[in-house]
């Protein structure tokens, strides 16, 4: 019987939205069973919400105090020993993720498949390399677990209006204590999250400051989009870096990407391509971002931004 | 501490435009520049400057691969790592594979901190220094922004997707880098002439490692699927009357 274990993400208390796509990812492999892991120090809000995820047969619960962050060191050894009867331990190909998986894999001597974009066969899965420039196919060999992390980008959250039951998990594992959590800093905002947007609003270094930055604020305030940046505009010191796009920060698929003052570096170009409609506004007219774009704009975006703000989502 | 150990990777310099070979059984590499993977040059970068602020006796710079890695490790000797290992391997190799022959190297040289960069640009796997932390019992500090050293402990900070996480380990440990963590220096010439004079080593793979099995093979690379040419508007007008047809905007 081949079993999937999803290995839950939560921000906070609260499960986070990449642990129904990685669902989805699992609903492909044809596998008899999909059991979501949450670790945690409280578990019941995440475990009540991924028991709602169409697809899930159950959930476990590790429950400790040592849980109440996601340090790798300390979740690893507890997912490996629960991933002994799994064929398949899956999880999302966020910071979390790709913190923690490649650990569980080397605890249980088995190599890594990184951000599957599409699964091709039960061990055959399709991925990007070189920030997304070739697609390569990679297989599992049978008989090998396959630890592998999901290109969240790649797939749709699974649908929800299941109520599957939820167990506590018991695991023999030794739990270090060279590693503790100090502290996490985030920036209060109150806008959609970059990696489920429906809209997202980036600006590059042609925004040209921080207090500039304010414009796309107001216009993504405005139509109700999340606001990302490029790596420029992070190295800037513009804003925070949890908002850069792009091959080594966050890979997106909103359906409508609007791009003001960035070029388009081949980095950032990997981390926008699966958006619905891409728009690019840039005064550059050979900025690298058009060869993608589905609209572009040549021109000021000073101007064109409050134009913009003032003729969208009335 | 006594040793810092840096693990490199030789790819296709990240300026190339890279072009899937037709059979799709890889990309082409044949004329093509090579550097040191840009998240290893800032690992070394960081290695570099612990050993010069004091905290530091000797920086170590390792990799696997072919004999034309000499190239990148002379690269590293040159930014100003003291001596080089070049494990030499014919083949191309897995992040376990690498992260299990790191392992043989620390266990030969006994670092307190071994710092890689947090992805390889090529495979863009994200793997190896979390594997190599796990094998080797100690901690990970991964994605790392900031790096202060207190004695035997550091705390790092790292770039997550809520934001900046700090946290703490114990050495001996696992660091690996992201993209704020410092700016690499340049490398001048009468350090590359001085390089040629460090100690490079070669280490055939086969006396580090008894197996060699591949766990994930590579079937096929393809060109990615191309995004249908798309349309210049001319004014802010025409781009919400685009926007309103695709039904995006109210």
Partial sequence: MSKVLVIAELDGHALNPSTAKCVACASQLSADAIDVLVLSDQCSDATATAATIDGVSKVLSIEAIHNANPLAAVLAPQIAAAAADYEYVLGPSTTFGKDVMPRVAALLNVGQVSDIMAVESPRSFKRPVYAGNAILTVEVPEGKKVIATVRTASWKEASSGNSAPVEALTVDAEIPVHTRFVELASEANERPDLQVAKKVISGGRGIGSAENFELVYKLADKIGAGVGASRAAVDAGYVANDMQVGQTGKIIAPDLYMAFGISGAIQHLTGIKDAGTIVAINKDPEAPIFEIADIGLVGDLFEIIPELEQKLGD | ?250
């Fill in chain 2, 1 to 250: 501490m006594n040793k810092i150990l840096v693990c490199l990777k030789r790819v296709v310099d990240y300026n190339v435009r890279i072009r899937v070979k037709p059979d799709g059984s890889g990309v082409v590499t044949d004329g093509v520049k090579m550097s040191i993977n840009p998240f290893d040059e800032i690992a070394l970068e960081e290695a570099l400057r612990l050993k010069e602020a004091g905290n530091a006796e000797e920086v170590i710079v390792a990799t696997i691969g072919p004999d034309d890695c000499q190239q990148q490790l002379r690269t590293g000797l040159a930014m100003g790592a003291d001596r080089a290992i070049l494990v030499e391997s014919g083949d191309e190799i897995d992040p376990l594979a690498a992260a299990r022959t790191f392992l043989a190297l620390i266990e030969k040289e006994a670092p307190e901190l071994v710092v890689l960069g947090k992805q390889a640009i090529d495979d863009d796997c994200n793997q190896t220094g979390q594997m190599l932390a796990a094998l080797w019992g100690r901690p990970q500090a991964t994605f790392a922004s900031k790096f202060e050293l207190t004695g035997d402990t550091a705390r790092v900070t790292r770039e997550v997707d809520a934001g900046l996480e700090t946290i703490e380990v114990d050495l001996p440990a696992v660091l690996t880098t992201d993209l704020r963590l410092n700016e690499p220096r340049y490398v001048k010439l009468p350090d590359i002439m001085k390089a040629k004079k460090k100690p490079l080593e070669t280490i055939g793979i086969s006396e580090l490692l008894s197996d060699l099995e591949m766990q994930i093979k590579a079937s096929n690379w393809a060109a990615p699927g191309q995004r249908a040419k798309g349309v210049l508007v001319n004014s802010v007008d025409e781009l919400v009357a685009a926007l309103k047809d695709k039904g995006l905007a109210a």
